[in-house]
Antibody, heavy 120, light 106 residues
Framework: EVQLVQSGAEVKKPGESLKISCEGS????????IGWVRQMPGKGLEWMGR????????RYRPSFQGQVTISADKSISTAYLQWSSLRASDTAMYYC?????????????WGQGTQVTVSS | SYELTQAPSVSVSPGQTASITCSGANVEDKYVSWYQQKPGQSPLLVIY???KRPSGTPERFSGSNSGNTATLTISGTQALDEADYYC?????????FGGGTKLTVL
């Protein structure tokens, strides 16, 4: 069974750094693109970017370029999303999801989500 | 950038058919996927490649894509189908989500 397990909820102050994780199991994690999706409170899904763990090839949605960093450690089947300086507007639920290898580029498996709260 | 537009809300009576639309320029040229998200849960893929159901998706869920509109249809809607539904497509190496439709079963 494909599983993506994300790290736990975080409460941070503005200006602090943060790195959240997404560990895959039950499949060849390194040979699937992994995407990150933001969901702000009461809002819809926003794609942030994706990474191919086998070679760390990364693509960002332009509005997130420079705001976050997506990385991966293929040796432990884990992808990461990190911020160097959080803002209150980063408060959201963040999901990782696996992009299917089939035509259509859809997310066929999702993590449980990581709630990030940024407040002074 | 490419955009997908969904109505914010749709209401349906139990047992009736719900249609949730997703509009985009020439969307028929792209594969559309649909996700169901219930409160407090992660999104769940219910339709991919316009019309295909993953294992586990009930047969009452179906999809179509023609012209500028993709449609998710739920036949014989049940109370447990009440959720937010998002369409998604791929454009220029970018994932695009629709804004989501809240389906109310009443």
């Amino acid at each position: 069974e494909v599983q993506l397990v994300q790290s736990g909820a975080e409460v941070k102050k503005p200006g602090e750094s943060l790195k959240i994780s997404c560990e895959g199991s039950g499949h060849s994690f390194n040979t699937y693109w992994i995407g990150w999706v933001r969901q702000m409170p009461g809002k819809g899904l926003e794609w942030m970017g994706r990474i191919y763990p086998a070679d760390s090839n990364t693509r960002y949605r332009p509005s997130f370029q420079g705001q976050v960093t997506i990385s991966a450690d293929k040796s432990i089947s884990t992808a990461y999303l990190q911020w160097s300086s959080l803002r209150a507007s980063d408060t959201a639920m963040y999901y990782c999801a696996r992009l299917s290898s089939a035509a259509g580029n859809f997310f066929d498996s999702w993590g449980q989500g990581t709630q990030v709260t940024v407040s002074s | 950038s490419y955009e997908l537009t969904q109505a914010p809300s749709v209401s349906v009576s139990p047992g009736q058919t719900a249609s949730i639309t997703c509009s985009g320029a020439n969307v028929e040229d792209k594969y559309v996927s649909w996700y169901q998200q219930k409160p407090g849960q992660s999104p769940l893929l219910v339709i991919y490649q316009d019309t295909k159901r993953p294992s586990g998706t009930p047969e009452r869920f179906s999809g179509s894509n023609s012209g500028n509109t993709a449609t998710l249809t739920i036949s014989g809607t049940q109370a447990l189908d009440e959720a937010d539904y998002y369409c998604q497509a791929w454009d220029s190496n970018t994932v695009v989500f629709g804004g989501g439709t809240k389906l109310t079963v009443l």
